[in-house]
């Protein structure tokens, strides 16, 4: 029992441990990379990676189709990826989270009317609903985020109001309404702060899905457009050559494994810490 | 019972209600819905036509009409690349596609249930925590990234199995494994954490003491009670590979309306999309309100709720 325990808590620091790395990589891209992201080299096209036959040191993992260096590209990738995890689950829980507690708050029709829209939008995959408007929409970085938060905000919405309904009749908010307190500040000074931590837990879990939706997006074309480097469609442009150049495809495809993996085991983690 | 079918049709008739002020109102996300709706080539006849029957040139609200009429008909404009009506060629897809899920489901719920009581039996312990890996390996790896892995070592490397197309049961192996990845990973969390709530009810000490064989307390006894919520997660992520099915079926080449939309969305061949996200909709509709209806038969407590 005690070894399980320690286990389970090893996978938390392992979480915590793959998250700063993903994050350092983002943050120090610049100083990292051994070259320029975007910087072509033809003849030295499909090299692979420095272990293998033809390998380098000066491209630890190998070379794209155009020479470019995967490794610094895998860097650069990281910010993209967790820009669209951050924006994404920012937009997702404010939108959540304001609708969540006038619901909760008020009640009634107004309850009625934002968990209808919830239920309407929980009968459509987010995925697919993500797929269906970034179709349309001419793709981008910023509406990829937009798409990506406003797909998936029901859940901190419900979530929102469930700890909202509880906590309103709580005896603070109580007495702070009897001081005459105003309807938004109770909400925002005396409900939100105490509604805010199974949302973490929640904030965590949806930024390692928004990672993997914005590599699926971008695989699909529809996310990060070149030549901004992105893992999902590095991994894209890597398909084509994967009889011939099997580190193009697996390596990006390895960097998305590795933080959505992360990401999972820390949310895991906070999620026991809270129980 | 009969109250419950109707509401859940009543709030159905309202999904579709929104699903048809959305997909009209896709093409105008695009910009300039005329443009949506011709072909790059299209000639200003062309153009002066599809305004005439979509009736691009009248108010927003009767467009609308038109719309839902042209729909109701089946007709929902022709696909620029086809050349063809773009319903139809969705629903030729759709057999495909509903193959390549209903293999997925299976080969989810066979590793994934067995796997998750196997794990709940032996809670704390070392296999439960290699199972706990293994859920989150499959809920965190990308079902693409694992297709063109699987892609490489199968049909590249080993040189045993078809790396896409639809010709036979081998074609369908890869892509149904890449795609029930993710499945396997929710479900065998899913069916370990509900098997251990069972497993510390009183009615399974009551059975242990009655001296029934451990194997069938925890399979007919304790499954069987657990089984609504995999249930309800089964019918939930059914919705969710048809939404997916894009990626996987674009990975392995598989003719399904997931590739045609890939198609249609490289070639900006907009009412083929708008075709294939009504018809993807459509389906979730009904699924949710089978799946409802299922429950109720199932489950008297939701029945009477």
């Known amino acids: 029992m005690k070894g399980f325990r320690a286990k389970k808590n090893t996978m938390f620091l392992l979480g915590i441990l793959f998250t700063a790395v993903v994050v350092l990589m983002a943050l120090l891209a610049g100083v990292l990379s051994p070259h320029d992201y975007s910087r072509q080299d033809l003849p030295n096209a499909l090299k692979p990676p420095f272990w293998a036959d033809g390998g380098k040191w000066t491209n630890p993992l190998g070379t794209d189709h155009l020479g470019r260096d995967i490794l610094s590209r895998i860097f650069h990738g990281a910010r993209a990826s967790l820009l669209v995890g951050v924006g994404s689950v920012l937009i997702a829980s404010i939108i959540g989270i304001f609708l969540g507690l006038i619901s909760g708050f008020y009640g009634r029709w107004v309850d009625s009317l934002i968990m209808r829209i919830a239920d309407v939008q929980l009968s459509f995959p987010p995925i697919f609903l993500a797929i269906a408007l970034m179709a349309f929409i001419p793709p981008s970085l910023s509406s990829l985020i937009l798409v990506l938060g406003v797909v998936t905000w029901v859940q901190f919405g419900r979530v929102s109001r469930g700890s909202t309904l509880s906590v309103k009749e709580k005896d603070y908010v109580e007495a702070a309404r009897s001081l005459g307190t105003s309807n938004i500040n109770i909400m925002l000074r005396h409900i939100l702060p105490n509604i805010l931590s199974p949302l973490v837990v929640i904030a965590t879990v949806s930024m390692s899905w928004m990672i993997l939706a914005e590599a699926g997006l971008s695989f699909l074309g529809l996310g990060v457009q070149p030549p901004t480097p992105a893992w999902g469609s590095m991994l894209s442009e890597g398909r084509t050559y994967f009889g011939i150049a099997w580190w193009y495809a697996t390596f990006p495809g390895l960097a998305i494994f590795v933080t959505v993996l992360g990401l999972n085991m820390l949310g895991d983690g906070l999620r026991r810490l809270q129980i | ?305």
């Not at chain 2, 209600?17 to 896709?26: D, R």
């Not at chain 2, 997916?244 to 997931?258: K, L």
């Not at chain 2, 070639?267 to 708008?274: A, T």
Request: proline fraction near 5%; charge should be positive.
């Open chain 2, 1 to 305: 019972m009969r109250r419950l079918i109707l509401r859940r049709l009543w709030q159905a008739v309202l999904v579709l209600f929104v699903v048809s002020i959305l997909s009209f109102f896709l093409v105008y996300l695009s910009g300039d819905p005329i443009r949506a709706l011709v072909p790059m080539d299209a000639t200003p006849e062309d153009v002066e036509n599809i305004k005439v029957q979509f009736g691009l040139d009248r108010p927003i609200p009767i467009q609308y009409i038109t719309f839902i009429k042209q729909a109701l008909k089946g007709d929902l404009g022709d696909s620029f690349r086809y050349r063809q009506e773009s319903l139809t060629l969705v629903l030729q897809r759709l057999p495909t596609t509903l193959l390549l899920v209903s293999a997925t489901i299976l080969i989810a719920v066979c590793i994934s249930i067995p796997l998750g009581v196997f794990t709940a039996v032996r809670k704390d312990t070392g296999y439960d925590y290699w199972g706990t890996v293994v859920s989150l390996v499959g809920i965190s790896v990308p079902g693409f990234w694992a297709g063109i892995l699987l892609i490489l070592f199968f049909a590249d490397y080993l040189r045993v199995l078809p790396p896409s197309g639809k010709d036979g049961l081998s074609h369908l192996i890869l892509p149904a494994t890449a795609n029930s990845l993710h499945i396997i990973g929710l479900l065998t969390r899913l069916t370990r954490s509900t098997m251990v709530e069972e497993l510390g009810k009183g009615y399974v000490v009551a059975l242990r003491s009655k001296g029934l064989p451990r194997w069938m307390i925890q399979y007919k006894h304790a499954l069987k009670n657990s089984l609504i919520p995999i249930v309800t997660v089964v019918g939930l992520q059914f919705g969710a590979l048809l939404g997916g099915s894009v990626i996987i079926e674009t990975v392995f080449a598989w003719p399904g309306v997931g590739w045609l939309l890939f198609s249609a969305i490289t070639m900006r061949d907009l009412p083929l999309i708008r075709a294939a996200v009504l018809a993807i909709a459509l389906l979730f509709v009904i699924i949710n309100l089978v799946v409802d209806i299922l429950y109720a038969l199932i489950d008297p407590k939701i029945r009477y709720a």
